[in-house]
Nanobody, 117 residues
Framework: QVQLVESGGGLVQPGGSLRLSCAAS????????MTWVRQAPGKELEWLSS????????LPPDSIGSRFTISRDNNKKTVYLRIDNLTSEDTAVYYC??????????RGQGTQVTVFA
């Protein structure tokens, strides 16, 4: 049974950084792309970044060098998302998902990030 458990969210001031974690179990982690998406209040699900199984490819291309950095540790079966220079627009629930892209499923339960001044 696939399980994805996100952590690392919380309250942060504008300009700060966070690293979110997602611990995976129930499948051969290194064989799968992993994805981070988020959903802000009243908005649609937004695809942030996906990383290939061995960490060699990141999509979408414009996520590279952005404020969002995805990484993974296959030994720990964990995928990470670092968010830099947070703004109020980043307030959302962040989910990791097994697979590639916005429609990747299943997703975890999510972790709340709230940016406040």
């Amino acid at each position: 049974q696939v399980q994805l458990v996100e952590s690392g969210g919380g309250l942060v001031q504008p300009g700060g950084s966070l690293r979110l974690s997602c611990a995976a179990s129930g499948f051969r982690f290194e064989d799968y792309w992993m994805t981070w998406v988020r959903q802000a209040p009243g908005k649609e699900l937004e695809w942030l970044s996906s990383l290939s199984g061995l960490g060699r490819q990141t999509l979408p291309p414009d996520s590279i060098g952005s404020r969002f950095t995805i990484s993974r540790d296959n030994n720990k079966k964990t995928v990470y998302l670092r968010i830099d220079n947070l703004t109020s627009e980043d307030t959302a629930v962040y989910y990791c998902a097994k697979g590639l892209g916005r429609t990747a499923v299943p997703r975890g339960q999510g972790t709340q990030v709230t940016v406040f001044a």
